[in-house]
């Protein structure tokens, strides 16, 4: 499959990759932007099998219950109770915590189309867990996928987000609208 996913993404997409996952880190956030489209998931799952990492994500507990519960852990998922009783970024971090390895990939927008502002929930399980935040732009006007350093978040949110923006000026989304 490893062979196969480069082929495609590098010579039938004519995609590239500029950086690489922290691979002496196990566990971290990884922040996908921008999230336009549909096809941004597919992106991500030959993206994850050409860099022969294992990425995971959170979703709502009753997507791993039979039939398919499988399926989702099998593709790196982990469930998470999303009722509105409970903490999620606490759930979260204790994911992190009860795990040897987790990186945990979200798109900071929570949809597709085009917003004024992120959500900040990955910024806090960042925090929570103690883990550094991997920043992985999806630009569709490069035909390349850009990889960050990892980044420790501060005390100072606002500062953060003005360099994480900065990562992503200029990158396009599948949708550029929505970008």
């Known amino acids: 499959m490893l062979i196969f996913a480069k082929f495609l993404y590098f010579k039938i997409m004519g995609w590239t990759i ?7 880190l196990k566990k ?4 996908v932007v921008p999230h336009t489209s549909w ?11 050409v860099l022969n990492e294992k990425i995971n994500y959170i979703g709502k ?19 998470i109770d999303r ?3 409970s903490d999620t970024v606490s ?6 915590e009860n795990r040897k390895a987790f990186r945990l990939a979200l798109s900071p927008e929570g949809t597709r189309k085009k917003v004024q ?6 910024y806090y399980i960042s925090k929570a867990a103690q883990v550094p935040i991997v920043m992985v732009a999806f630009d569709y006007g490069k035909k390349q996928v850009k990889i960050s350093e990892p980044q420790y978040p501060t005390d100072t949110m606002e500062a953060d987000f003005k360099s994480y923006h900065q990562f992503f000026k200029g990158v396009v989304g599948k949708i550029p609208e929505y970008t």
């Not at 971290?28 to 922040?31: D, E, M, N």
């Not at 096809?39 to 099998?49: A, Y």
Request: charged letters at 20%; hydrophobic letters at 50%.
């Open 18 to 24: 500029v950086g690489d996952l922290p691979r002496h």
């Open 28 to 31: 971290y956030v990884i922040i």
């Open 39 to 49: 096809v941004d998931f597919f992106l991500g799952l030959v993206v994850r099998k």
């Open 61 to 79: 507990k009753s997507l791993f219950d039979p039939p398919f519960g499988w399926f989702f852990r099998w593709m790196g998922g982990a469930p």
């Open 83 to 85: 009722s509105k009783s």
């Open 91 to 96: 759930a979260t971090a204790k994911i992190f």
């Open 117 to 122: 502002q992120w959500k900040t929930g990955f």
